[in-house]
């Protein structure tokens, strides 16, 4: 086996790594690796998508996934009327994005399911 010029200051750099205890404590050292299932991601993707999620970069339309979850909380724990009002716009502009981003059927949209909660609400108000 031929080592070349780059492998072998890569293998030094490992040896040296290792004299110095950097690789102590690793998070699940002496533990299996977990396999992740990739069958669902394209083959030539695979490699950009491992690169990205270990780099905590998430695919736009989780992000905004991500924050409707957490407007949806906001709103939840909100009192005041208007505070509410503006975060159910926020939300319901979300809603939309994520479903313009995903540019699927209407049918299988988030539906902006707080829209009658507030109507009965300020109807309720009024009465």
Do not use: W
Not at 29 to 42: F, M, Q, V, W
Not at 97 to 102: C, E, G, L, Q, V
């Amino acid at each position: 086996m031929v080592i070349t010029g780059f492998e072998k200051i890569v293998e030094e750099r490992i040896l040296a790594a290792q004299r110095k205890g950097e690789f102590n404590n690793l998070k699940g050292a002496g533990k299996p690796l977990e396999h992740e299932d990739l069958s669902r991601i394209p083959q030539e993707l695979r490699l950009a998508y491992k690169i990205l999620k270990n780099a905590d970069c998430l695919p736009p339309e989780i992000e905004v996934r991500k924050e409707i979850v957490r407007t949806e909380n906001l709103l939840e724990a909100l009192e005041d009327e208007s505070l509410r009002y503006r975060t159910l716009k926020k939300l319901n502009y979300l809603i939309m994005k994520f479903n313009i981003m995903r540019g699927g059927s209407a049918a299988l949209e988030i539906p902006q399911q707080y829209e009658h909660k507030v109507v009965d609400r300020l109807s309720a108000d009024k009465k």
